[in-house]
Structure formats: structure tokens, C-alpha cells
């Protein structure tokens, strides 16, 4: 066997956007010996983790937990409002609202997408034009990507909020927070969000298995309305449960219970303000380091205005073959994964090699950016891409700032 001569012994860092890095609190909670599921410590515990999923989603509302990814909380928010022959609105700032919109037509139910491109926001204007038109109230929802983790952009859920209402329009405000929730500033309530689905694998810092809806009780009311639910997806016994099972419509996910317990104990002990500060705050390390590195060759920040941009993820571009370089010199070679470029080519296409990801999503703190900066950097030298000199003291500057 031959020995490969790299820096990548060590503890490894998984720096893309979801899953994200497991805390040590989190794995220890979760090593433990399976738990009777009728009664006791578990089902003691789901009901604090109920109590605290809200708190993080700002809300005094309802929520339901489904043993599903990202995708399976999807399918759960549309199956309880939307039926064969409903209509429901898209602004797409990205992939994702194409993959939330492709199950509204797996349910029967006709989508009308208004596209924003790759790298810019909505334009609130446009969807309220597109609401006015709307005389008959046909769209039942709205459905909105908080953070679209492909193109990397933060969108403004509070101003939809405020067109929706300008316009007098009646359709829930359905809102994907997978990649922002415990990461971006987020009010379910306080924004008038009808439904908000996440998952627990990356503000939330556990790893896949669960994930969650939000709703209000406006949605209650719509869901009250449908003339039928899939029993499984039924929101209605998940979050009012007569019986412990009905949580999960069947066994509860053990040892997910624990590991949440642990990171929103984290989470809540750190405080959310404070969690949002520091997401925003190592966000901007991030941003100053690529800034300095693209004043020379081709590194190009994916959003270019600072106040759209995600504080968890980043999209980068290098150019082909450059990204996929480097990604596999920082893996290979000093122990970092990067994520890989999502929706901005395809991946036949040449062109995909030259997008990245960095994931700062969750368990991570000042240093750890530091390392995946200095990873990254390291890099830019070892595939020889030109890059502007400075970006690591840019980023130290910033981590600097009190
Ligand atoms: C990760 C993600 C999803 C999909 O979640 P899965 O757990 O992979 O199914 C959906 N929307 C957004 C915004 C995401 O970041």
C-alpha cells in the first residue's frame, strides 16, 4: 500500500450546507440505550422539545414533526392546504423553489412560477402584480424560500407579507426555512408566516432524520376545509395528540429526541438573538475574506449585494475546473469538505465544476471559520488561482470587530 503524503489526519470539518457539523453534546445525547416510548423520560422530553421548536420559530402557534429530511416537510405542509386543482404562486430565487413547487404538481395542483434567475431576490413588485391579477383569489398559497441554499440569497418574508396584505389577498404564506431556521433572523409570528417547514440537520445541528411544520391558525382553518388528508402527512394529530404516537404517527424517533434536546438546550442556552449575531457576524468574516481574494482572478461572490446574501451558506464561483479543484485539494489534502455548486449548471455540463458552497450553518464559531478560510486559501495557492493577497487578515479584521 502506498502512503499518501497529506496534511488531512485530524479532526475533519464538513463545511457545506446541511448536514452540518454534529456538536459533541449532541452525539453524546444520542449514545445512549434505546428508551421505553410509552411512557417516561421520552415522552417527558417531547413535550419541552414541542415547547422549544416554537420559541425558535418564534411562534405561539401550532407544529407537527414528521420522521422525514427536508423534503418529506414539504410534502406534509402541501398535503394538509392544497389539493387537485388548486393554484399556488412561486417566486424562485433558486432551485429549491422549483423542487417545493414540482410537488405542488405531484399533488394536482397547477403552480405559476415567477422566476428571479440565480442570483438576485424577488422583486416584491412583480408578485404583486401578479396577485392583483389574481381578481378571482384563485392562489391558494404563496410558497417562499427564506434562504434559497443554491444561489445563496436571503429573501425578505415580511415585505411578502406586506404585499400579500396590500393586495388583499387571501393565500396562506407558505415559507421554506430548512437553510435559515437557527442561523437567519426569523419571526413566524411577529412576520405573519401562515406555514414554515424546516428540518433538523442544519441550523438545528442534528443529524437528518426529522423535520417539522409550523402553522398557524389560519392554516388550521384551511387544513379544516380540505376535503381530505392523507392520514400519514395530517398535521391535525401530530400537533394535538391524543395518544403519544400520534406525534409521530407511530414510533417515535428515539434518538432524534435526544439529540434535539441537546441543541436546543444549545441553542436557547446561547440565546437566539445571540445565535443570529453570530451567524451574521462570522457571515461577514466569510464575505471579507472572498471579497479580498476576487479583487484579483476569478473568485466571484454569488450574491452581490451584502443585505441579500444568507448568513449560514455561500455560493461562490471560481470557474470550471477551478471549483471542483479545489474542492477535492481541501478535502484530499487538509481534511475540509466544501459543498459542491447546486442549480447553477447542470452536472453534465462543463461549466458545473467551477461553482462552490461554504456551509457556516449551525456549530460553528470563529475559529473554525478561520480554518476553513485559511483551508480554502491554501487551496487558491496549491491549484495556482490567481487571487487578491489579504483575505485571511480581511477576515481577522472583521472577526476582530467587537
Ligand atoms: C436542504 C434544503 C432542502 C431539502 O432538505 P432535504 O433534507 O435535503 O430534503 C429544502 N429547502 C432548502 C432551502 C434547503 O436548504
Not at 58 to 73: L, P, W
Not at 83 to 110: I, K, M, S, Y
Not at 145 to 156: A, E, G, I, P, Y
Amino acid at each position: 500500500m502506498t502512503r499518501q503524503k497529506t496534511l488531512a489526519a485530524g479532526r475533519e470539518y464538513l463545511a457545506i450546507p446541511g448536514p452540518s457539523v454534529i456538536p459533541d453534546a449532541v452525539l453524546q445525547a444520542m449514545h445512549r440505550a434505546a428508551p421505553n416510548i410509552y411512557a417516561g423520560e421520552l415522552v417527558d422530553m417531547t413535550h419541552s422539545v414541542v415547547a422549544d421548536l416554537r420559541r425558535v420559530a418564534r411562534t405561539s402557534q401550532h407544529v407537527a414533526i414528521y420522521i422525514a429530511n427536508g423534503h418529506g416537510a414539504w410534502e406534509a405542509a402541501l398535503s394538509n392546504v392544497i389539493g387537485p386543482g388548486d393554484r399556488v404562486l412561486v417566486p424562485a430565487t433558486g432551485r429549491f423553489a422549483h423542487g417545493w413547487a414540482d410537488q405542488c404538481r405531484g399533488l394536482g395542483a397547477e403552480t405559476e412560477i415567477i422566476e428571479f434567475g440565480r442570483a438576485s431576490t424577488f422583486d416584491l413588485d412583480r408578485i404583486g402584480a401578479a396577485l392583483k391579477a389574481d381578481t378571482g383569489h384563485r392562489f391558494k398559497a404563496v410558497l417562499a424560500t427564506h434562504v434559497d441554499t443554491s444561489s445563496s440569497v436571503r429573501n425578505d418574508i415580511a415585505g411578502l407579507r406586506r404585499v400579500i396584505d396590500e393586495c388583499g389577498h387571501p393565500a396562506l404564506l407558505m415559507v421554506d426555512c430548512i437553510a435559515s431556521l437557527g442561523c437567519d433572523v426569523f419571526e413566524m409570528d411577529a412576520w405573519g408566516v401562515d406555514v414554515m417547514v424546516s428540518a433538523c440537520q442544519k441550523g438545528l445541528m442534528v443529524p437528518p432524520g426529522v423535520s417539522f411544520v409550523w402553522f398557524s391558525d389560519r392554516a388550521a382553518e384551511a387544513r379544516a376545509r380540505m376535503a381530505r388528508v392523507s392520514r400519514y402527512w395530517d398535521w391535525a394529530p401530530r400537533a394535538n395528540p391524543a395518544e403519544y404516537y400520534q406525534h409521530f404517527g407511530g414510533t417515535a424517533p428515539t434518538h432524534h429526541i435526544f439529540g434535539l434536546r441537546a441543541a436546543l438546550d444549545m441553542i436557547l442556552g446561547e440565546g437566539m438573538e445571540q445565535v443570529w449575531a453570530r451567524h451574521a457576524h462570522l457571515a461577514r468574516a466569510v464575505w471579507a475574506a472572498c471579497e479580498t481574494w476576487g479583487q484579483e482572478g476569478p473568485f466571484a461572490l454569488n450574491i452581490a449585494d451584502p443585505s441579500l446574501r444568507s448568513h449560514a451558506v455561500t455560493a461562490a464561483r471560481l470557474g470550471a475546473p477551478h471549483g471542483t479543484a479545489l474542492r477535492e485539494w481541501v478535502a484530499g489534502q487538509i481534511g475540509l469538505t466544501l459543498g459542491i455548486g447546486l442549480g447553477m449548471a447542470e452536472s453534465n455540463d462543463p461549466a458545473w465544476h467551477g461553482f462552490f458552497r461554504l456551509g457556516h450553518m449551525g456549530h460553528v464559531n470563529g475559529q473554525m471559520i478561520m480554518g476553513m478560510l485559511g483551508g480554502i486559501e491554501a487551496g487558491l495557492c496549491a491549484i495556482g488561482v490567481p487571487h487578491g493577497k489579504g483575505g485571511l487578515e480581511a477576515a481577522a479584521k472583521v472577526l476582530a470587530e467587537g
